[in-house]
């Protein structure tokens, strides 16, 4: 029975009340895209497999990814992120956008990756990126938008930051500490786990990657020396322009922000919540100047970040931050009197949709007691009802089901009315 | 090179453009859908194949879908239609939903079809159904939905028809012709097609599938009969409920309309722009009582219909009814007179921006003519500037991009300066 299939294996199924959470992250997004002027884009869901084949992403393809052979014969892969998409298209464009460009998007992305909490195959997320400047002004606004929403969505500075750190200031650390460019990668790997092993292990792991105990030694020093920005201007400029952004309380610099990825040129920061019960990332990004060039693009500086659905959802209900569920959009009932007032009913209904109120007119000539019970269980605040008596005089019964009051009022007043009623509620 | 990867034939790339219109079709059809009180939802976009099995939408996954195994071996398609999820999320959840369920959804489907104009492999789609209810005024409410989209899209009409037939009226139909029930989904997509065939070739077909020559004839009568809705007491009553909605002057009666799916069992309807320029339906559903139980959910009466945005979004284009492409959300941009008043630029935009307004900084010290020329071409309304000059003297040079008037304003001025100018142009 189709009733009894399960929905696949770390997909979500968005009743009302979830689509409410995904909505109001959605809204909390798109408001701190757009306080900066960032426009909303999209990219197709699905893509060729080789759009992805010419990053460091590889192993998002390889290992992670939805792929598949369509009808025709072409390998198509459930879009793990979104950033090729991005290099295509502007390369595609190029000659026709005004740059910089801000652009922000939010949608469907899959990882086959085992769920846990914090992950799902299905998830949405957030990207958003400017590109064409190369300066830390540029990566202060990012971390900036950042923080607009972590402080819209009630996440105050005590309850989440932003750690910052900068690729070429670990660069050039690492040179000092001669660690070969070979390393690199590895290197990075290794920071990024420091938080996530114990640290006899992490100090064996880093020997068997073939560090010599100095090295691990400057390398922890490294790693707990949170004064080291000083030693980079781009820092120092970026802390500056965070300051005069008004969110500086948001961040911290932290030397152990790697970020997976090779393709960070500079600033790179993740966000994280501070009471550290959830250890994932809210969101992560930086600056990757490189990247549209590497892939076969035009050569342009660019930073961003992406935020999953997933996390921020779970610590802003684990936080009580959400706002209440009202499960449906209409604040008024019209009721249903009985059958042969249901023109009555209509009739109102569109005189109150005609002034833009957002009205449920019950669509059954059941029991009134039923009807204002289903208004009660939609959180809904007023019912209106024409009876035989109410429409002989042209009037509604209006009931107000916060505090219970019936009042009878002229069919004109009506709207004026219901509007007082609801800026009350 | 990755930049010249092609996406996938039959997706859609949104610039901003492009996503404009999405957004326009997402709010029009999320205002008509709260106006009559229907809950967003969604389902996952991936599915078991297996949910769509027990349904005639059979030919969809056979044919149609985009189907494929996962690395867990599981069969996984990119949903090709709703309604399966809708069933399984229904049954699942029977007994903690609140009915009449009214519910709404817009979101990604993917058909693998021959793209054309109309039709592309990735699109969106609205779904909007009413469950629990078995009356003509339930119907009335969802064809007064589309009437109410149609209505806010500017297609009033004269513009676009919402046809509409009923099933039950064309079986007591088929029965007088004595057309036996093997034949009816034969006779109904002969019905379907009648449209889109010479009328020689569509009578030789008819009688290709073994209807007698006086079936034919009867067959013809009946579709040419647009007064036989007087013998369906659904349809009557269907169309005393339209008129009190007010939105009787978009619907006609045509017994032409079928829907080529056999779950229908009473009301069916689509609608068309009427000066036939796209022979597509903007949208189309109707009553479909049985298709829970049928698949092992509970019996439960159900209204529904679905609009795809690639045809309206092709309409709405050919009969200019899309308002202005605004690229930027922000209005305003706060330009940067030079490399030393950054930080006076950033801080304006941050008090801007904690008044509520979308406002863009540029982000390198280019020269002033040029950022100008980048707010001309986002079509911002105001450029902010602080120079030296305006910073000792606390003050803010506003230029008027529209009109081209500049002012110079005191800081603390600032923000109502600019909400008069935006609130006249």
């Known amino acids: 029975m189709a009733s009894k299939i399960q929905p696949v294996k770390g997909t979500r199924e968005f009743y009302p009340e979830q689509m409410f959470l995904r909505n109001f992250i959605y809204e909390k997004v798109r408001a701190a895209s757009q306080a900066f002027g960032y426009q909303e884009w999209d990219a ?72 846990q909490k914090g992950r799902s195959r299905e998830f ?15 990566d202060a606004e990012l971390i900036a938008v950042a923080a607009a929403f972590l402080r819209s969505v009630g996440l105050n500075p005590l309850l989440a930051s932003i750690y910052v750190n900068n690729r070429r200031l670990m660069e050039s650390e690492f040179d000092a500490l001669g660690i070969i460019p070979e390393k690199r990668l590895e290197v990075s790997n290794l920071v990024d786990r420091r938080s ?25 020093n490294i790693l707990s020396n949170f004064e080291l920005w000083k030693k980079s201007d781009e820092l120092t400029r970026l802390f500056a322009a965070l300051e005069a952004l008004g969110v500086k309380e948001y961040v911290k610099f932290n030397p152990n922000i790697m970020r997976g990825l090779l393709y960070y040129t500079g600033t790179v920061f993740e966000a994280y919540e501070t009471s550290g019960s959830l250890k994932r990332a809210i969101l992560g990004g930086g600056r990757y100047d490189n990247l549209l060039a590497d892939v076969g693009g035009p050569p342009l500086p660019a930073v961003g970040f992406a935020m999953g659905d997933v996390v921020i959802g779970i610590i802003l209900q684990e936080y009580g931050l959400l706002p209440e569920f009202i499960p449906t959009p209409a604040a008024v009932l019209v009721t249903l009197f009985d059958i042969t007032m ?9 005189q109150l949709r005609n002034a833009g109120l957002n009205v449920m007119v019950y669509p059954e000539p059941v029991k009134l007691q039923k009807q204002f019970k289903f208004a009660d269980r939609m959180k809904m605040k007023i019912a209106l009802t024409v009876g035989p008596d109410e429409a002989a005089n042209d009037q509604v019964a209006v009931k107000n089901l916060v505090n219970g009051e019936q009042v009878t009022v002229k069919r004109e007043a009506v709207v004026e009315f219901i509007r007082k009623i609801l800026a009350r509620v």
């Open 196 to 220: 996530k092993m114990e640290p006899a292990k992490w100090d064996a792991y880093a020997l068997e990657l073939g560090l010599t105990q100095k090295q691990v030694d400057g390398l922890k």
């Open 44 to 115: 197709p869901f699905i893509e060729p497999i080789d759009l992805y084949a010419a990053k460091s992403g590889e192993e998002l393809v390889k290992k992670q990814s939805f792929t598949f052979q369509d009808r025709g014969g072409d390998f198509v892969t459930l879009r793990p992120e979104l950033t090729p998409s991005l290099t295509r298209m502007i390369a595609a464009k190029q000659g026709e956008l005004t740059f910089p460009l801000r652009w922000w998007s939010f949608g469907p992305f899959w990882r086959y990756e085992q769920p």
């Open 342 to 350: 249901w023109i009555k009913s209509f009739e109102l209904a569109v």
């Open 124 to 138: 949405f997320q957030w990207n958003i990126d400017m590109l064409g400047v190369d300066s830390p002004l540029a």
